[in-house]
């Protein structure tokens, strides 16, 4: 047992100090300060005091004495059920009490604008802009069943994409005639059903060229290897190729599409993926801004900000059967690297803090149980998407075949576990089965919505970490304030609920059996990103968790010239399974290494750098373009798994290489970076390069 100690130690007494009435005399006192600027939260003494004694209105001018705040990191645990512990799920009406006291935060739910989520959620509908029968075509009623049923299409998803031709209450009535004419719809019936009744996709959007793109930035001009150059130029002109505008036909007829509306044009990962996606657009926007593509960026959050006003959250995809699901909350961190570029203040408050703090909300309303553990109350997000007690729209066919031989109740409650790990965007792992080693694949076991993640308390805590400072620059000093409680005891809770000393990572934990899930996956270190063994208040690392870590990567597989594999599970037959290297978990990973306080992390990122940047440009050579994912064992990098064939574009992958070239060759790191073996085998060329430099000089 480890205690790390967060807070203050040996304050001195204070002298006399002013009293402050209200919020409006505290502000000018801090400004005159100059806690105001830059990042007042983790300077200012005077917050750290009345953060301690949250609601009062005394401040010290000089430093008084406050007792400091300790944890315990948790010792090693199994999967063994351990009923001395108590576990419990926190519905939802209870949040305004337990928020009142957990997290003594002012922000009111009942700004929350989730009355169109909570109408779908009822309907099967969208409230605001779709007529009721829509569902009955796409979402759910009598021709769904039909169209898969006879295996109308290869893909599910091709179905639910399409645009109607006519009013849906139309499409219906022609339907339901049809089914009276004949004892029993053939596929010649239906076929000639849909092409009476419905468009291609292709309909929807426009292939939209951003405004800011330009064919050779800056990025481009520092890479001095023909190789990396022309790899780097195919990324580029994917932005161009990937970048979509919704036609005005979606708000003049929005009851014929399942297409959202948006106003500002966004970047689709690609393949079958032809609308926007939620956390797939965190790795495109910082792809854009190392473009220099800042507006495009731009208009990729301000169209998340308008579903946020519309829906009070952000589904998963761009179409309104995604309306029952989220994705990992990565807008307040996108936000985050816009602002820093830009530091748009004006627009930070008027329009994006107001919306982050509604998502927050939905998080903390929807998405939040409540752990009893060793006699004391955690506070925790969970994926749990809304029971519809329907398939997936996108795939029916294949969840009607997963509970074949279900009861009701039970098909009900495995629509909502896959639903719930779609929102994890790790669709399918067996991470979120009960016992991953022995997982068949089967997604009739998961058990998703009875999983703490890592990673969602890690994105939640980084969250409040960036309201909190966003709070205060606007001078919502209370909000701020609370922000930073929360995140404190966020912290705390992960530290003492998750992390696991023997094994040095954090691990999900399973509410079932009241016990951590000691197996690995890359999202047990995700901690380590958003800093969470950083005192909130100092500022100062606790380096012994950043080198229990890189002792945990290694013991796992990940070492020299490798990339970050999914999990040691190969038989479940899934794509977040396996070997599979995934963009978006490199990307934290070799983040967070590069980022660290040790000399053993950051040769560890540097390693992993290498050896993924080496899969991605070896697919790039055989296939001239860019994958999904990869599996580094095949030919190329193809990876066959899930329930989807692979897919190529890609704009999560594209963000991911881009990040990695400029490590290499536009940041403080790039020198050392380029001092590593495999520099000269991906950049021949550029090696080359040096030499001839080199004997020019000695000549």
Same mark, same amino acid.
């Given at each position: 047992?480890?205690t790390?100690?967060?807070?203050?130690?040996g304050?001195?007494s204070?002298?006399?100090?002013?009293?402050?009435?209200?919020?409006?005399?505290?502000?000018?006192?801090?400004?005159?300060?100059?806690?105001?600027?830059d990042?007042?939260?983790?300077?200012s003494?005077?917050?750290k005091?009345?953060l301690h004694e949250?609601?009062?209105?005394?401040?010290?001018?000089?430093?008084?004495?406050?007792?400091h705040?300790?944890?315990?990191?948790?010792?090693?645990?199994?999967?063994?059920?351990?009923?001395?512990?108590?576990?419990?799920?926190?519905s939802?009406?209870?949040?305004?009490?337990?928020?009142?006291?957990?997290?003594?935060?002012?922000?009111?739910?009942?700004?929350?604008?989730?009355e169109?989520?909570?109408a779908?959620?009822?309907?099967?509908?969208e409230?605001?802009?779709?007529?009721?029968?829509?569902?009955?075509?796409?979402?759910?009623?009598p021709?769904?069943?039909?169209?898969?049923?006879?295996?109308?299409?290869?893909?599910?998803?091709?179905?639910?994409?399409?645009?109607?031709?006519?009013?849906?209450?139309?499409?219906?009535?022609?339907y339901?005639?049809?089914?009276?004419?004949?004892?029993?719809?053939?596929?010649?019936?239906?076929?000639?059903?849909?092409?009476?009744?419905?468009?291609?996709?292709?309909?929807?959007?426009?292939?939209?060229?951003p405004?800011?793109?330009?064919?050779?930035?800056?990025?481009?001009?520092?890479?001095g290897?023909?190789?990396?150059?022309?790899?780097?130029?195919?990324?580029?002109?994917?932005?161009?190729?990937?970048?979509?505008?919704?036609?005005?036909?979606?708000?003049?007829?929005?009851e014929?599409?399942?297409?959202?509306?948006?106003?500002?044009?966004?970047?689709?990962?690609?393949?079958?993926?032809?609308e926007?996606?939620?956390?797939?657009?965190?790795?495109?926007?910082?792809?854009?801004?190392?473009?220099?593509?800042?507006?495009?960026?731009?208009?990729i959050?301000?169209n998340?900000?308008?579903?946020?006003?519309?829906?009070?959250?952000?589904?998963?995809?761009?179409?309104?059967?995604?309306?029952?699901?989220?994705?990992?909350?990565?807008?307040?961190?996108?936000?985050?690297d816009?602002?820093?570029?830009?530091?748009?203040m004006?627009?930070?408050?008027?329009?994006?803090?107001?919306?982050?703090?509604?998502?927050?909300?939905?998080?903390?309303?929807?998405?939040r149980?409540?752990?009893?553990?060793?006699?004391?109350?955690?506070?925790?997000?969970?994926?749990?998407?809304?029971?519809?007690?329907?398939?997936?729209?996108?795939?029916?066919?294949?969840?009607?075949?997963?509970?074949?031989?279900?009861?009701? =109740?039970? #098909?009900?409650?495995? *629509?909502?576990?896959?639903?719930?790990? !779609?929102? &994890?965007?790790?669709?399918?792992? +067996?991470?979120?089965?009960?016992?991953?080693?022995?997982w068949?694949?089967?997604?009739?076991?998961?058990?998703?919505?009875?999983?703490?993640?890592?990673?969602l308390?890690?994105?939640?805590?980084?969250?409040?970490?960036?309201?909190?400072?966003?709070?205060?620059?606007?001078?919502?000093?209370?909000?701020?304030?609370?922000?930073?409680?929360?995140?404190?005891?966020?912290?705390?809770?992960?530290?003492k609920v998750?992390?696991?000393?023997?094994?040095?990572?954090?691990?999900?934990?399973?509410?079932?059996?009241?016990?951590?899930?000691?197996?690995?996956?890359?999202?047990?270190?995700?901690?380590?990103?958003v800093?969470?063994?950083?005192?909130?208040?100092?500022?100062?690392?606790?380096?012994?968790? =950043?080198? #229990?870590?890189?002792? *945990?990567?290694?013991?796992n597989?990940? !070492?020299? &010239?490798?990339?970050v594999?999914? +999990?040691?599970?190969?038989?479940?037959g899934?794509q977040?399974?396996?070997?599979?290297?995934?963009?978006?978990?490199?990307?934290?990973?070799?983040?967070?290494?590069?980022?660290g306080?040790?000399?053993?992390?950051r040769?560890?990122?540097?390693?992993i750098?290498?050896?993924?940047?080496?899969?991605?440009?070896?697919?790039?050579?055989?296939?001239?373009?860019?994958l999904?994912?990869?599996?580094?064992?095949?030919?190329?990098?193809?990876?066959?798994?899930?329930?989807?064939?692979?897919?190529?574009?890609?704009?999560?992958?594209?963000?991911?290489?881009?990040?990695?070239?400029?490590?290499?060759?536009?940041?403080?790191?790039?020198e050392?970076?380029?001092?590593?073996?495999?520099?000269?085998?991906?950049?021949?060329?550029?090696?080359?390069?040096?030499?001839?430099?080199?004997?020019i000089?000695?000549?």
């Amino acid at each position: 047992m480890r205690t790390h100690n967060l807070g203050y130690r040996g304050w001195t007494s204070c002298k006399a100090h002013p009293k402050f009435n209200s919020l409006q005399d505290l502000t000018p006192f801090l400004i005159k300060h100059g806690y105001l600027l830059d990042d007042p939260i983790f300077k200012s003494d005077i917050l750290k005091t009345w953060l301690h004694e949250h609601g009062g209105r005394d401040m010290p001018t000089a430093r008084r004495r406050i007792s400091h705040v300790s944890f315990s990191r948790a010792s090693s645990m199994t999967t063994t059920p351990n009923l001395s512990r108590r576990v419990s799920i926190s519905s939802n009406e209870d949040f305004d009490e337990d928020t009142s006291e957990h997290y003594a935060t002012e922000l009111c739910l009942e700004d929350v604008a989730h009355e169109s989520y909570v109408a779908y959620m009822a309907t099967g509908l969208e409230n605001k802009t779709l007529a009721s029968s829509t569902g009955a075509i796409f979402n759910k009623g009598p021709i769904l069943p039909v169209i898969h049923g006879l295996r109308m299409f290869a893909d599910s998803k091709t179905f639910v994409d399409m645009q109607l031709t006519k009013h849906p209450d139309d499409v219906l009535t022609a339907y339901l005639e049809l089914a009276a004419s004949t004892n029993m719809l053939t596929p010649d019936d239906m076929e000639q059903f849909i092409r009476d009744n419905f468009k291609d996709c292709e309909n929807e959007m426009v292939l939209h060229i951003p405004e800011d793109w330009n064919h050779f930035p800056d990025i481009l001009n520092t890479i001095g290897s023909e190789r990396g150059l022309s790899f780097a130029e195919h990324i580029v002109h994917q932005w161009r190729n990937l970048c979509r505008k919704v036609k005005p036909e979606i708000a003049d007829f929005p009851e014929r599409f399942t297409l959202m509306d948006v106003k500002h044009p966004f970047i689709i990962p690609g393949g079958r993926f032809r609308e926007f996606y939620y956390w797939d657009s965190f790795w495109i926007n910082r792809g854009l801004l190392i473009c220099d593509m800042v507006q495009s960026a731009k208009d990729i959050i301000n169209n998340y900000i308008h579903l946020i006003k519309n829906y009070g959250f952000i589904p998963n995809g761009g179409r309104i059967y995604y309306l029952t699901r989220s994705q990992p909350p990565l807008l307040t961190l996108m936000v985050d690297d816009y602002f820093q570029r830009t530091r748009h203040m004006k627009w930070l408050r008027k329009y994006a803090l107001p919306a982050l703090e509604q998502e927050y909300l939905f998080w903390m309303k929807h998405r939040r149980c409540i752990v009893l553990y060793d006699g004391e109350k955690h506070y925790f997000n969970r994926y749990n998407a809304a029971v519809v007690n329907e398939p997936r729209p996108e795939s029916y066919r294949e969840d009607v075949e997963t509970t074949s031989g279900a009861t009701r =109740e039970e #098909a009900a409650q495995i *629509y909502c576990e896959v639903a719930s790990a !779609c929102e &994890s965007g790790w669709d399918f792992s +067996s991470r979120w089965a009960g016992d991953p080693p022995t997982w068949d694949g089967n997604l009739a076991t998961l058990t998703t919505s009875s999983i703490i993640p890592v990673d969602l308390n890690a994105f939640m805590f980084k969250i409040e970490i960036i309201l909190s400072k966003y709070y205060a620059f606007v001078g919502k000093l209370d909000k701020s304030l609370s922000m930073l409680k929360a995140a404190s005891k966020r912290q705390e809770s992960m530290n003492k609920v998750m992390w696991n000393e023997k094994h040095g990572c954090w691990f999900d934990f399973d509410i079932r059996l009241g016990c951590q899930r000691e197996f690995y996956f890359p999202s047990n270190v995700f901690p380590l990103w958003v800093n969470l063994h950083q005192d909130i208040f100092t500022k100062e690392f606790d380096v012994s968790y =950043e080198k #229990a870590v890189v002792k *945990y990567l290694r013991a796992n597989g990940v !070492c020299s &010239s490798t990339a970050v594999h999914t +999990s040691h599970y190969e038989e479940t037959g899934q794509q977040w399974d396996g070997p599979i290297v995934w963009p978006p978990l490199n990307s934290i990973v070799i983040e967070m290494l590069m980022n660290g306080q040790t000399e053993e992390a950051r040769e560890l990122g540097r390693d992993i750098i290498f050896g993924f940047l080496r899969i991605m440009m070896h697919g790039f050579d055989v296939h001239k373009c860019m994958l999904e994912k990869y599996n580094p064992r095949a030919e190329g990098g193809l990876a066959q798994a899930g329930e989807y064939t692979l897919q190529i574009g890609f704009g999560w992958t594209n963000g991911a290489a881009l990040q990695l070239l400029s490590m290499i060759f536009d940041s403080e790191d790039s020198e050392w970076l380029q001092e590593h073996p495999m520099f000269s085998e991906l950049f021949p060329d550029m090696e080359r390069s040096i030499e001839t430099d080199q004997s020019i000089s000695q000549e």
